[in-house]
């Protein structure tokens, strides 16, 4: 038996209405922010990822799904969404757009080589938003406003905003020396990559997975000692504006993230529901000023966020939050004997057309399976149609859940059943 790749699953019936309520959910709050959906392909030149996320990060190094196509291209699949719809917002002049930011929202799956565990699969589908061509540290609270306010309409409740600020150019140029002082005379006992990343990417050591516990992680010099007094005052106007949005926050300076565009504002929101596992990041975020420029278009600033529906899902789980989504069919045709079978098909597709949920027998069930049947898939009502009815020309309609039942003409099923 073959079986499914590691670190992917199926979303199974039962299962897919909460994916679908999520995202559902999750578009409307954007249309009310006026962001509008764009699709990017799955796949797209290596090269978009090295330079757009950053050749030093373990996604570039380690997570990415590579593939040489039968012209001898290098094609990645995505292993995320900003990179794709900064290509695109350069790739298509959306930066000549008198309106200013562009507000985009994606979603749609990602692919990381990563060891599966709670929360961390190799396939994964995020959603996510990205507003760019504005420098307004408002649109910094804006962007966060939106996952925030999806967060709690889905009914989450302990989520944990934490932001921080990476700077300017100036101010991470500061921070990459002292970080470099700070690692150089004992780097020999860090990891291989992190002896790699010291000169390159000094920033990357404070995010690595496999020295995280070494006690100079801990006492490593913090970037807001560093920061420019612009980027100290748009990390002190980001905060204001989120105040004045009432949404909570705490500041935490070691939060540096797993990608290299990340400039000023950055942020995750945590879950710190019981029994949410190891991993507690939701949704992982910030402004990536210099990312339009580096893929060839101008000098335009970006934020955004993106969030996976498998981890949401796991927190909404953790904390017992029930989706109220919608299962199971409006109306259920039972049908005895051969004439009435043959009718049946007609009347059933007239229900459909009218916008009812319906369904009938296919497997010549005896009518109490029939029933039997109706009430697994959840029908409100049964229609029942012998042949005594039909020649009646009625319909006996039955509410599942009472068990009440009356006579209705079948040139009112449909009229009767949209009223109710
Ligand atoms: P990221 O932090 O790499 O950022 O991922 C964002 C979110 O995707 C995570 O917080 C998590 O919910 C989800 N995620 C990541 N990896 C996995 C995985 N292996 N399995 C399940 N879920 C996962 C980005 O991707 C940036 N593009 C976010 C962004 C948008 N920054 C600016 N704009």
């Not at 999806?150 to 970080?179: M, T, W, Y």
């Not at 990417?201 to 970037?223: G, Q, V, W, Y």
Request: glycine fraction near 8%; charge should be negative.
């Amino acid at each position: 038996m073959i079986q499914i790749p590691r670190g992917t699953q199926d979303i199974l019936p039962g299962t897919v209405e909460k994916w679908q309520w999520i995202e559902q959910t999750a578009k409307e709050v954007c249309r009310t922010y006026n962001y509008s959906e764009i699709r990017t392909p799955i796949f797209e030149h290596t090269e978009l990822f090295q330079r757009g996320v950053g050749d030093t990060t373990d996604i570039v190094q380690k997570e990415m799904y590579t593939f040489e196509d039968r012209g001898g291209r290098s094609l990645t699949l995505r292993p995320e969404g900003t990179a794709s719809v900064v290509r695109s917002y350069v790739e298509n002049k959306m930066y000549g757009d008198p309106n200013q930011p562009v507000k985009l929202f994606y979603t749609g799956p990602m692919f990381r080589y990563e060891r599966p565990q709670a929360g961390r699969f190799r396939q994964f589908v995020q959603f996510g938003v990205e507003a760019i061509g504005s420098e307004d540290p408002a649109i910094d609270a804006e962007v966060i406003s939106i996952v925030m306010t999806i967060f709690k309409k889905l009914g989450l409740k302990n989520i944990q905003l934490v932001i921080n600020s990476l700077g300017d150019k100036e101010s991470r140029l500061a921070h990459r020396e002292a970080l470099i002082q700070h690692f150089k005379p004992r780097i020999g006992e860090f990891c291989a990559d992190c002896q790699n990343r010291l000169d390159k990417n000094p920033l990357r050591i404070l995010d690595c997975k496999k020295d995280r516990d070494h006690e100079l992680m801990k006492t490593a010099p913090s970037i807001l000692d560093y920061l420019t007094e612009p980027s100290r005052k748009f990390f002190d106007k980001v905060q204001f504006y989120l105040k004045e949005l009432g949404i909570e926050f705490i500041v935490d300076p070691t939060l540096v993230r797993g990608l290299d565009y990340y400039h000023h504002t950055a942020f995750e929101v945590m879950s710190n529901a019981e029994g949410f596992g190891a991993i507690t990041t939701l949704c992982g975020g910030g402004r990536y000023n210099g990312l339009v420029q580096d893929l060839g278009g101008p000098e335009m600033p970006g934020i955004g966020f993106a969030f996976s529906i498998e981890r949401l899902l796991q927190a909404l789980e953790a904390e017992k939050v029930e989706l109220s989504v919608e299962r199971g069919l409006d109306c259920f045709l039972v049908s005895l004997g051969e004439e009435a079978k043959d009718y049946s098909v007609k009347l059933l597709q007239e229900l459909r057309h009218a916008g009812i949920r319906a369904d009938k027998d296919y497997q010549d069930r005896k009518m109490k399976a029939q029933l039997k049947q109706a009430d697994r898939l959840g029908a409100r009502f049964a229609a029942i149609l012998g042949e005594d009815e039909l020649k009646k020309q009625v319909v006996v309609l039955k509410q599942m859940e009472t068990g009440e039942q009356r006579e209705v003409p079948i040139d009112r099923l449909v009229s009767e059943l949209k009223e109710i």
